[in-house]
């Protein structure tokens, strides 16, 4: 209709301008030329309209366009405002990946941690007169998937950590009875289990923490340092066996640190080595309850170079002496560790890790327990003269930085055991020797070692690749690992 409109206004004024136009055509040769060329004139006007038309039309369709682009822009802008914490950003920083507000009131740091390993035990003389057992093999020793960050500001700060199984294992099979009739494998090879779980709160403006979750009681400095910074393939034989080693429980925490020289921790919990299990007591689970505390002083150097055994990046020298205490209760049983340590380390690469643990354990454990209502389930025999055992041990770790890149490094241990298999001898050493090539660091590490126990020992260490070698016979343990952490 626009077109036909802008036709007739166009003829109108042609007629009016041109009388040629307007008036009938004469029937002569002469009045044809005018009348063609007015109609070629509308003609062409028409062409135009129409193109002004078209370009009319997209001009509209670009407008729509726009309004509908910038109302999508603003609308994930809005819906990017998460929990009203502002802008999010993510990216690589103090070697650690994260994604957090740009506030820092919310961070979230990914990492895994994988340690792959070839070893290899000798046992002498174990088997049937005089042939030693030899074993190898690979095996993956850990890997771990965690993050962990802060939450509404730096004061709330979380941790989890899952590792994956390292074997597989067996399941009974039992009848209708109960009774079992055999055994069958289940996969649970490389199934994540939970680690760590713990949230922690700083008080502001204070020197006071207070931590719950599932989280490693503080008791050996050996044992509280992350696999990931060990400088052996593993913490000691003393830490595992006297210090609850890899383990985990739950519980709570209190933790006083004012960031100067001296720093505690105290702590109640399910009982040592209680991960994953419920609220249920003794028999159910392990322990009844548990606690511990720790106290370490600082004489000089940086907190931060404390969190590893060696001397990795060290600014400057550094000594701390640490001590700690801890009770697990069970039944009408119970067991107290006291742990003494001092580290030392410097910028030079020199560094040097000593600790002495004692144990006291009430062996009665199960040997008298009473039921809900009070009834005695099995009473004590008559003689538990020779229930209780006291045991100690001590170690010496160094080692020596040669450059960025090669380490060298040596380890002495002695325990005393008591409460093991008869004929076992209860005295123990192990020496350790090895070597690190730090590619990154501790991100990216290669180690090989060599463990030997002269005497053998009584009850085997999985975690060390040390097997139980009771008959007082040698003992070899030789380990190449790889590390790798992001």
């Not at 626009?2 to 166009?10: C, D, F, S």
């Not at 965690?146 to 700060?157: C, E, I, Q, R, V």
């Not at 020289?261 to 548990?290: C, E, K, L, W």
Request: proline share 4%; charged share 20%; with cysteine.
């Amino acid at each position: 209709m626009k077109i036909e409109k802008l036709v007739a206004a166009a003829t109108l004024a042609l007629a009016t301008t041109c009388p040629l136009y307007a008036q009938p055509a004469p029937s002569t040769a002469a009045a044809t030329a005018p009348a063609q060329d007015a109609a070629e004139e509308i003609r062409l006007l028409r062409a135009r309209l129409d193109q002004l038309e078209v370009q009319q039309r997209k001009i509209e369709h670009d407008k729509d366009v726009s309004k509908t682009t910038e109302a999508m822009i603003d609308d994930a802008a809005h819906r990017s405002q998460f929990l009203d914490a502002g802008d999010f950003t993510a990216g690589f920083k103090d070697n650690r990946f994260f994604i957090g507000s740009e506030d820092g009131r919310f961070t979230l740091r990914p990492w895994f941690h994988l340690q792959l390993r070839d070893a290899t035990v000798n046992r002498h003389d174990f088997k049937k007169g005089i042939d030693d057992d030899t074993q190898n093999g690979f095996e993956v020793r850990r890997l771990k998937l965690a993050f962990d960050g802060n939450l509404f500001g730096p004061d709330l700060t979380y941790q989890f950590v899952w590792a994956t199984a390292r074997a597989n294992g067996t399941n009974n099979v039992v009848d209708a009875t109960g009774t079992k009739i055999g055994t069958v494998a289940n996969s649970a090879g490389g199934t994540p289990i939970l680690e760590e779980a713990w949230v922690k709160y700083h008080f502001a403006n204070t020197p006071w923490y207070v931590r719950g979750g599932q989280f490693k009681e503080s008791l050996l400095h050996d044992q509280i340092v992350s696999s990931r910074y060990q400088q052996s393939t593993e913490r000691s034989l003393i830490a595992d066996i006297f210090a609850n080693g890899d383990a985990f429980t739950q519980g709570v925490s209190v933790i006083w640190d004012p960031k100067t020289s001296i720093r505690a921790d105290v702590g109640f919990t399910h009982g040592i080595r209680s991960a994953n299990t419920d609220f249920q007591d003794f028999p159910t689970n392990a322990y009844n309850f548990g606690g511990f505390a720790r106290v370490e002083y600082k004489f000089f150097g940086r907190w931060e170079d404390y969190a590893q055994i060696g001397a990795v990046d060290v600014k400057e020298p550094l000594l701390v002496v640490g001590a700690g205490g801890d009770y697990a209760e069970r039944g009408h049983a119970g067991q107290i560790v006291g742990v003494v340590d001092a580290h030392y380390a410097n910028q030079h690469g020199i560094s040097i890790y000593a600790a002495g643990v004692d144990r006291y354990t009430n062996h009665n454990f199960g040997i008298y327990t009473q039921s809900a209502t009070g009834a005695s389930i099995a009473a004590p025999p008559p003689n538990v003269a020779n229930q209780n055992t006291n045991e100690y041990a001590a170690l010496i770790q160094a080692g020596y930085l040669l450059d960025k890149h090669w380490e060298p490094f040596g380890r002495y241990e002695y325990m005393h055991l008591q409460g093991t298999a008869a004929g076992s001898k209860n005295n123990v050493q192990a020496l350790t020797g090895g070597v690190n090539y730090y590619f990154i660091g501790h991100r990216a590490k290669f180690t090989v070692q060599c463990t030997y126990l002269p005497d053998g020992i009584p009850i085997g260490d999985g975690a060390s690749d040390i097997l139980a070698s009771p008959k007082g016979k040698g003992e070899f343990s030789g380990v190449a690992q790889f590390q790798l952490l992001l």
